[in-house]
C-alpha cells in the first residue's frame, strides 16, 4: 500500500496524446502525480481515463493519484498503485462519507490480512456506480495482481465475474479439448458438495437418469453454473472447488455456452439442471444448431428467477 506525501512542481503528462497537468511529487521527483483537482469532468466520468491511468501505474509507470475522493482508495490498494492525500467524496456515499482516511486504511488493511481485499473491493464499488464501472473494465485491461485472490472464492455480484482467476477459468475451458461431434452429453446443476460427483444432488440425479435409460459411461457429463460451463475434466479446478455464488450472470452463461457447445457439437443433451434460465439458454442453443437435440429429464421442481 503506497501513500506518499504532496506534491510540487508542475508539468504535462500525455496519455495517448490528451494533456493532463500534473505536479512532480514531494517525496520522490521522478513521480508523476495525476490530481484528481485538474481532471475535467467529462474524462473523469467518461471512466476510460481512469482505467487507462491506473493500468499504467499498476504495470510500473511513476504515476502517483493525489487527493482523490477517498472510494478510490480500495481499488488503488488492489492494484497495488500510488496514491496521497484522499479527499472526501464530492457526494455523500454511504459509510465512504463517514470515515476518515485513517479509518479506510483501517478497513481495507484488515480485509486484505484476511485475504478477502477483493470480495471488500466489489461490495465497496457497489457505493459508486462509475467505481463500479472501472473495476469491469479494469479487470479485462489489466487484471489484479497475483496475490490478490480470495479463498474461498464469494461470487455475490457481476463484478464477480471479472476476477482473473474466474477469467482464467473461461480461458482454460475454452482451449480445452472436445470429444468427437455427435455425442451426448448430460447437463447437470451445481451443487454445494464438491467435487460435483460426490454431491448428494447428483448421485440423486444419476439414479433419475439410470431409470430413464441413461448409460453414464457413454455421455459426457457437464455442470452449468453461474461459474459457467464446466467439463467433467475441471471439476477439480480449484475456482470450481473455492466459488460459491447465488447471483448469476445469464448472459455471460449464454456466451460461454456458445463458445463450448460451437466446438463440441453434442448429437443429443439430457437437460437435468433444475434452473429455467440455464435450460432456456440451452434450447436458444439448440436453435442455434450448435446442439442437435435436448431431452428433459424429470429430476426435480425447476427454480426460476423471481418475478421482474
Known amino acids: ?3 506518499l506525501a504532496g506534491c510540487a512542481e508542475s508539468g504535462t503528462y500525455q496519455l495517448d496524446g490528451l494533456p493532463l497537468e500534473t505536479r512532480r511529487s514531494d517525496g520522490d521527483s521522478h513521480l508523476t502525480a495525476i490530481r484528481f483537482s485538474d481532471l475535467r469532468d467529462d474524462w473523469y466520468r467518461g471512466v476510460d481515463l481512469m482505467v487507462r491511468l491506473i493500468a499504467r501505474a499498476a504495470a510500473g509507470e511513476p504515476i502517483v493519484f493525489e487527493g482523490f ?17 484522499s479527499v ?41 456506480p462509475l467505481l463500479a464501472d472501472v473495476l469491469h473494465r479494469l479487470d479485462r485491461r489489466a487484471p489484479s495482481p497475483a496475490g490478490t485472490s480470495d479463498a474461498p472464492l464469494p461470487l455475490t455480484g457481476w463484478q464477480s465475474y471479472g476476477r482473473a ?5 473461461d480461458a482454460c475451458i475454452a482451449a480445452a479439448p472436445v470429444g468427437p461431434a455427435g455425442g451426448t452429453t448430460v447437463l447437470l446443476p451445481c451443487a454445494r458438495g464438491r467435487p460435483y460427483d460426490g454431491s448428494r444432488t447428483h ?7 439410470d431409470a430413464h435409460g441413461v448409460d453414464r459411461a457413454a455421455v459426457d457429463p457437464i455442470v452449468i453454473s453461474s461459474i ?10 480449484p475456482v470450481v472447488l473455492a466459488y460459491d455464488s447465488g447471483v448469476p450472470d445469464i448472459w455471460r452463461v ?3 455456452m456458445r463458445t463450448f457447445f460451437g466446438r463440441a457439437r453434442f448429437a443429443r443433451a439430457y437437460d437435468c439442471l433444475q434452473f429455467a434460465p440455464y435450460s432456456e439458454a ?27
Do not use: Y
Open 1 to 3: 500500500m503506497e501513500h
Open 69 to 85: 475522493p477517498r472510494q478510490w482508495l480500495p481499488i488503488f490498494v488492489l492494484w497495488r498503485v500510488r496514491w496521497s492525500n
Open 88 to 128: 472526501l467524496p464530492p457526494q455523500q456515499l454511504p459509510l465512504v462519507t463517514d470515515l476518515t482516511e485513517d479509518e479506510a486504511l483501517r478497513l481495507i488493511e484488515a480485509a486484505e490480512a484476511r485475504g478477502q481485499l477483493r470480495t471488500f473491493v466489489e461490495a465497496w464499488v457497489s457505493l459508486d
Open 165 to 169: 482467476e474466474v477469467r482464467d477459468l
Open 203 to 209: 448421485k440423486r440425479i444419476w439414479r433419475a437418469l
Open 228 to 237: 459457467g460451463v464446466v467439463p467433467e475434466a475441471f471439476w477439480t479446478h
Open 254 to 256: 449464454l456466451r460461454l
Open 282 to 308: 440451452i434450447r436458444i442453443i439448440v436453435r442455434e444448431g450448435l446442439i442437435g437435440e435436448v431431452v428433459q429429464v424429470p429430476v426435480g421442481k425447476p427454480r426460476k428467477l423471481p418475478a421482474p
